[in-house]
């Protein structure tokens, strides 16, 4: 079935610099989409969401793009802590139809933050 | 404390040997889900319940399955497990599929089937 993908792996960044984490999805008529934070030994934990008729969101150091077109979505993390070392994993929801509870994980970018 | 909670956390077993891992949350949540993590291949939902008695697929349903008797419990049940059903599994909730994204995960079961 479609899919949700990620183009990096694998992103280092210094302590204090921006972080953007990309994820491209190919099912066009996702309507919803999500972002998470997994530590460690630990579960996934929600960062931020943004619906299909937004392009941007933004929370607390992070904000969530969305870009329909070329059906892309990014995180961006401001100021990046040793704290936000993690897996960053993007989701998305098919939208109406059967699919209303279902959701489809990309394969997650680590995201190693250097002191 | 809000949370959801899973049983066992690790557990050992053989294949054919029928087994329950249970899911249960505190938040009075409508939705409950079960995903699969397995290296390379990140999360997968296996089943998903939108409120008692209403249970659907997800994209790994085949070898599994699940109930929702009651709102707060969602078990998963592997009739026969069998090796390729060794890992890492995540139940959550949210309030509603309205709130489908923000979820509350468990703290997982690691299940090694030989």
């Known amino acids: 079935g479609e899919s949700v993908g990620l183009h990096l792996p694998t992103l280092s960044v210094q302590e204090g610099d921006n972080s953007i984490i990309n994820c491209a999805y190919s099912n066009s008529a996702s309507d919803y989409f999500i972002w998470y934070k997994q530590e460690s030994g630990k579960g996934p934990q929600f960062i931020i969401d943004i619906r299909s008729n937004m392009d941007k969101r933004q929370g607390q150091r992070v904000t969530v793009l969305l870009n329909k077109t070329v059906k892309h979505l990014s995180l961006q993390i401001a100021a990046t802590q040793p704290g936000d070392s993690a897996v960053y994993f993007c989701?998305?929801?098919?939208?109406?139809?059967?699919?209303?509870?279902?959701?489809?994980f990309g394969q997650g970018t680590i995201l190693t933050v250097h002191p | 404390e809000a949370q959801v909670t899973q049983n066992p956390r690790y557990l050992i077993t053989v294949t054919g040997k029928k087994l329950t891992v249970t899911c249960s949350q505190n938040?009075?949540?409508?939705?409950m889900s079960w995903y699969r993590q397995d290296p390379g291949l990140g999360l997968r939902q296996i089943y998903y319940s939108m409120n008692v008695e209403v249970t659907d697929k997800g994209d790994v349903p085949e070898g599994y399955k699940v109930s929702r008797k009651e709102k707060r419990n969602f078990p998963l049940i592997l009739e026969s497990p069998s090796p390729n059903q060794t890992s890492l599994y995540f139940c959550?909730?949210?309030?509603?599929?309205?709130?489908?994204?923000?979820?509350?995960f468990g703290p997982g079961t690691r299940l090694t089937v030989t």
């Open positions: 959550a909730s949210s309030l509603s599929w309205d709130y489908l994204g923000e979820q509350y």
């Open positions: 938040m009075n949540h409508e939705y």
């Open positions: 989701a998305e929801n098919g939208g109406g139809g059967t699919s209303y509870g279902k959701l489809t």
